[in-house]
């Protein structure tokens, strides 16, 4: 059974100075990082949360990231701004993860920031709209500095006086790219190579029981293509939007894949058993024989929810993928040898791997509607899955699905799926995106609306006006409400929400704000008012008030 005891005591032991940790949560999507001073809400907390009030910020088209009563934030990092003197933060900033460097310090520790994708029109000074054949006309230097734009940011960041900071040069700070060498956990070449190059797509991610950071490549289609299957199983390729393939010959199937970064020395590795596909996060799950359980969502429409368990004590190259069949609450085994649906199709485990989409659907895995964040609820245990929206299926504002394993056991092949929060106006929110725990159990979660459908007349997101970060208190006589207590500026999406270790901060970025502009000299967006007026993405650290009263801390019996 899922011990709730044991779960809360097992969080907090995670700092780069700590060699082995106990079994314990530890959500590599975007969650609160584990507090060892996660406390049993005593009677006087216990009034104090039922008696707090929670301001709903109404709906706003403003440009600015506006918040609730209780709250105020500041910037810490955005793109461009120097990390090191070789290196500055790259763009399009989604995942945040904070380790502390001591565990008994939770004010200094390293920060990793996942940058998504590119924009030329800011990044490379290249606009796509002004040719027919835009990939005609690009250079091998405007490549290159879309290349190094994005993948991800390691940074030491220091609280002082109220304020987080960039410690400027410290030896941790790095950049980790489309260039950057990466090597694969499998023993097998995936298209030749054991070592690859770079990593893009960077959208969820998170934290091993180790303490090393994971990073999900998602819509890796978009710089080098697809390698695509007929009928008869004659591959093709289908070009990318971005044209990188035409400078730079990288197989597509080097990308789609879960990364693990150490942050000690910025070394990397991709986890081949964990399959390829658009990955928006990780989650992992520590059993108490210290294998590990791993969740990850394919965010596309009609694709499917997965689960890794290893055979293998701290291993993600060890074991058996699955995945799911909510319909009928089973996990279906998406192992070569024993599939002999698999065998007929796929020449063995690594082909089932790299072509996993596909092994899915021929082992009647259940198509969902987008799954992208998974986060695992630190009171009851359930499994939570954001189903962001299908256009397709009319399904426009997404829903919230709960996974509850057989008996609480993480490495069980059955279970129940529910939905537990569905989108729409009467609701209050739509197109749930990632997802976060605070130190009280509170579920907090940001949208995910496109930018070219936010604020239209005539579309079904005009009563939401901007994207948002939403909150569902777990007390007091707003519980289960959705709550707005954020607004992001114009075209912008809120992500990557993580809370520092003793609860008082919020790391959040602020992506693509100014996302639909066609030109420099009038931007849709001028967010965070630089002076040349230019939008920028950017982490923020939210605190307040209202932050520290929402997690009051637990104690729990020693």
Same mark, same amino acid.
């Given at each position: 059974m899922?011990?709730?005891?044991?779960f809360?005591s097992?969080?907090g032991?995670?700092?780069l100075?700590?060699?082995?940790?106990?079994p314990?949560l530890?959500?590599?999507?975007n969650?609160?990082?584990?507090s060892?001073?996660?406390k049993?809400?005593?009677?006087?907390?216990l009034k104090r949360?039922?008696?707090?009030v929670?301001?709903?910020l109404?709906?706003?088209?403003?440009?600015?990231?506006l918040?609730?009563?209780?709250?105020n934030?500041?910037?810490?990092?955005?793109?461009?701004?120097?990390?090191s003197?070789?290196d500055?933060?790259?763009?399009n900033?989604?995942f945040?993860?904070f380790?502390?460097?001591?565990?008994?310090?939770?004010?200094?520790?390293?920060l990793?920031?996942?940058h998504?994708y590119?924009?030329p029109?800011?990044?490379?000074?290249?606009?796509?709209g002004?040719?027919?054949?835009?990939?005609?006309?690009?250079?091998?230097?405007?490549?290159?500095?879309e290349?190094?734009?994005?993948?991800g940011?390691?940074?030491?960041?220091?609280?002082?006086?109220?304020?987080w900071?960039?410690?400027?040069?410290?030896?941790h700070?790095?950049r980790?790219?489309?260039?950057?060498?990466i090597?694969?956990n499998?023993?097998y070449?995936?298209e030749?190579k054991?070592t690859?190059?770079?990593?893009?797509?960077?959208?969820?991610?998170?934290?091993?029981?180790?303490?090393?950071?994971?990073t999900c490549?998602?819509?890796?289609d978009s710089?080098?293509g697809?390698?695509?299957?007929d009928?008869n199983?004659?591959?093709?390729?289908?070009?990318?939007?971005?044209?990188?393939?035409v400078?730079y010959?990288?197989?597509?199937e080097?990308?789609g894949?879960?990364?693990e970064?150490?942050?000690?020395?910025?070394?990397a590795?991709?986890?081949?058993?964990?399959g390829?596909?658009?990955?928006?996060?990780?989650t992992?799950?520590?059993?108490?024989?210290?294998?590990?359980?791993?969740?990850?969502?394919d965010?596309?429409?009609?694709?499917?929810?997965?689960k890794? &368990?290893?055979?293998?004590?701290?291993?993600?190259? +060890?074991?058996?993928?699955?995945?799911?069949?909510t319909?009928?609450?089973?996990?279906?085994?998406?192992?070569? +040898?024993?599939?002999? &649906?698999l065998?007929e199709k796929?020449?063995?485990?690594?082909?089932?791997?790299?072509?996993?989409?596909?092994?899915?659907?021929?082992?009647?895995?259940?198509?969902?509607?987008?799954?992208?964040?998974i986060?695992?609820d630190?009171?009851?245990?359930?499994?939570l899955?954001?189903?962001t929206?299908n256009?397709g299926?009319?399904?426009?504002?997404?829903? &919230?699905?709960?996974?509850?394993?057989?008996?609480?056991?993480?490495?069980?092949?059955t279970?129940?799926?529910?939905?537990?929060l569905?989108g729409?106006?009467e609701n209050?929110?739509?197109?749930?995106?990632?997802?976060?725990?605070?130190?009280s159990?509170?579920l907090?979660f940001t949208?995910?609306?496109?930018?070219?459908?936010m604020n239209k007349?005539?579309g079904?997101?005009?009563?939401?006006?901007?994207?948002?970060?939403f909150v569902?208190?777990?007390?007091?006589?707003?519980?289960?409400?959705?709550?707005?207590?954020?607004?992001?500026?114009?075209?912008?999406?809120?992500?990557?929400p993580?809370?520092?270790?003793d609860g008082?901060t919020?790391?959040l970025?602020?992506?693509?704000?100014?996302?639909?502009?066609?030109d420099?000299k009038s931007?849709?967006?001028?967010?965070?008012?630089?002076?040349?007026?230019i939008?920028?993405?950017?982490?923020?650290? &939210?605190?307040g008030?209202?932050?520290?009263?929402?997690n009051?801390?637990?104690q729990?019996e020693?």
């Amino acid at each position: 059974m899922y011990d709730r005891r044991k779960f809360i005591s097992f969080l907090g032991k995670a700092s780069l100075g700590v060699a082995t940790l106990p079994p314990f949560l530890t959500s590599c999507g975007n969650t609160t990082t584990p507090s060892e001073k996660f406390k049993q809400i005593d009677e006087k907390n216990l009034k104090r949360l039922k008696d707090l009030v929670i301001e709903n910020l109404t709906a706003s088209d403003q440009d600015d990231l506006l918040l609730a009563n209780g709250l105020n934030y500041h910037t810490i990092i955005k793109w461009g701004n120097k990390i090191s003197d070789s290196d500055s933060f790259g763009f399009n900033n989604d995942f945040t993860c904070f380790i502390p460097l001591d565990e008994n310090n939770p004010n200094d520790g390293l920060l990793w920031v996942n940058h998504e994708y590119t924009n030329p029109l800011f990044v490379s000074d290249f606009n796509h709209g002004q040719y027919d054949n835009p990939k005609e006309h690009r250079t091998i230097d405007q490549v290159d500095k879309e290349m190094y734009s994005v993948g991800g940011s390691i940074v030491r960041v220091k609280q002082e006086n109220g304020k987080w900071k960039v410690v400027q040069n410290d030896s941790h700070n790095r950049r980790l790219t489309a260039q950057t060498p990466i090597s694969l956990n499998w023993d097998y070449d995936v298209e030749g190579k054991n070592t690859v190059i770079g990593t893009h797509s960077n959208c969820s991610g998170g934290i091993t029981p180790w303490n090393t950071f994971l990073t999900c490549e998602e819509n890796y289609d978009s710089f080098f293509g697809e390698t695509v299957y007929d009928e008869n199983n004659n591959p093709s390729h289908t070009p990318s939007m971005y044209g990188w393939e035409v400078f730079y010959n990288y197989p597509p199937e080097h990308y789609g894949w879960v990364v693990e970064i150490d942050p000690k020395n910025g070394s990397a590795q991709k986890h081949i058993a964990l399959g390829r596909c658009a990955h928006e996060c990780c989650t992992l799950y520590e059993l108490e024989d210290k294998r590990v359980v791993a969740y990850t969502g394919d965010d596309k429409n009609d694709q499917h929810l997965y689960k890794f &368990i290893s055979s293998t004590p701290g291993s993600l190259k +060890e074991g058996t993928l699955y995945v799911a069949d909510t319909d009928n609450g089973k996990w279906l085994s998406l192992d070569w +040898e024993s599939q002999p &649906i698999l065998r007929e199709k796929f020449k063995d485990q690594t082909e089932v791997l790299i072509r996993v989409r596909e092994a899915a659907k021929l082992l009647g895995a259940t198509e969902l509607n987008r799954p992208e964040d998974i986060e695992i609820d630190p009171i009851t245990g359930h499994i939570l899955v954001a189903l962001t929206n299908n256009y397709g299926k009319n399904d426009f504002h997404g829903s &919230i699905l709960k996974v509850e394993e057989k008996d609480g056991k993480f490495d069980a092949l059955t279970f129940k799926a529910s939905t537990y929060l569905a989108g729409g106006e009467e609701n209050g929110f739509t197109c749930p995106d990632n997802l976060a725990f605070d130190l009280s159990g509170n579920l907090w979660f940001t949208s995910d609306m496109s930018g070219s459908k936010m604020n239209k007349e005539d579309g079904p997101y005009m009563p939401f006006k901007n994207n948002s970060l939403f909150v569902v208190p777990r007390y007091g006589k707003d519980e289960g409400k959705v709550i707005r207590v954020a607004s992001a500026p114009r075209d912008a999406e809120l992500t990557g929400p993580w809370f520092s270790p003793d609860g008082k901060t919020l790391f959040l970025s602020v992506q693509h704000p100014g996302e639909q502009t066609t030109d420099l000299k009038s931007p849709t967006s001028t967010w965070p008012f630089d002076e040349d007026g230019i939008p920028k993405p950017a982490v923020v650290a &939210i605190t307040g008030d209202l932050i520290e009263k929402m997690n009051q801390l637990r104690q729990i019996e020693s």
